[in-house]
């Protein structure tokens, strides 16, 4: 059940920000916000990806995980995202989290997301005049996994943003921000004030983010970063669904792989 949960909400938070922006960044839970959010043409690239999310309980003890993707855009503006399903709020998925992998093709107005296991795609068409797939309906959360407050976050003050100037990643000149929300004591039953910060690191060159960090005393923190990028035409290829895939219309139930058995 845990991980039926864990891939249907991955699949859900994916098309409901797909319909946001187009085409939207593919979505990290936990790590969310590192890609662009608008087409992009003539910048194209393709990189791995890295996220780790580190909790630490009560009693000292520390929970991290780390997990590998990938991403890539063409001249022409499609992206392609592979990535496990990292966490959703404070429960991390696992080494075992299913795979997905999300195509977003503006040319041919498509979202493809691919599911490796099993060998099916989920076809999501953009309505016409829209800037994505139309999103199923989702609960009142701004995002799952980043420890970000409910839709209704108006309650709290507005985080304070600072600017942290310019450093090279992976030979791209970056601009980073640092935003600061304090949660004052007693907001949400906390005894004392919680600090949550978030940083980011934005290309302007590529139109996309290389680098993000975000801690949050109640979830952890989550880092999120590109590495290996290769500024060059990606295989067209990576932006088609397999030969032996089969298709479905519309977001569906992702096909999980078996659950591994106890030895």
């Not at 946001?20 to 990806?49: I, S």
């Not at 996994?145 to 839709?151: I, K, L, Y």
């Not at 108006?154 to 942290?164: C, H, N, Q």
């Amino acid at each position: 059940m845990r991980r039926v949960a864990l891939a249907a909400a991955c699949v859900a938070v994916v098309v409901t920000v797909a319909a946001a922006q187009a085409p939207p960044p593919f979505v990290v839970l936990g790590a969310e916000d590192a890609f662009e959010r608008n087409t992009v043409k003539g910048a194209p690239y393709a990189a791995t990806t890295e996220t780790e999310i580190v909790q630490t309980l009560a009693d000292g003890n520390r929970i991290s995980h780390r997990s590998m993707g990938f991403a890539a855009r063409d001249s022409e503006g499609r992206t392609r995202r592979e990535q496990a399903l990292a966490a959703i709020g404070a429960m991390l998925a696992g080494p075992g989290a299913p795979k997905l992998t999300v195509i977003h093709d503006p040319v041919a107005r498509v979202t493809y997301i691919l599911e490796p296991e099993g060998k099916r795609a989920r076809r999501l068409r953009w309505p016409e005049g829209s800037a994505g797939p139309e999103a199923p309906p989702m609960p009142p959360f701004a995002a799952l996994g980043n420890g970000r407050f409910p839709a209704d976050a108006g309650a709290y003050s507005l985080p304070r943003t600072e600017a942290l100037g310019a450093r090279e990643i992976e030979s791209v000149t970056a601009q980073g921000t640092r935003s600061t929300l304090v949660v004052p004591a007693g907001q949400i039953g906390n005894e004392k004030a919680l600090t949550i910060v978030s940083e980011r690191w934005y290309s302007a060159d590529l139109d996309m983010v290389l680098e993000t960090r975000h801690s949050d005393p109640r979830f952890g923190e989550t880092r999120f970063r590109v590495l290996n990028l290769e500024r060059k035409e990606p295989d067209h290829a990576l932006f088609e669904v397999p030969a032996d895939y089969h298709i479905d219309d519309g977001p569906g139930r992702p096909t999980l792989p078996p659950a591994p058995t106890a030895r």
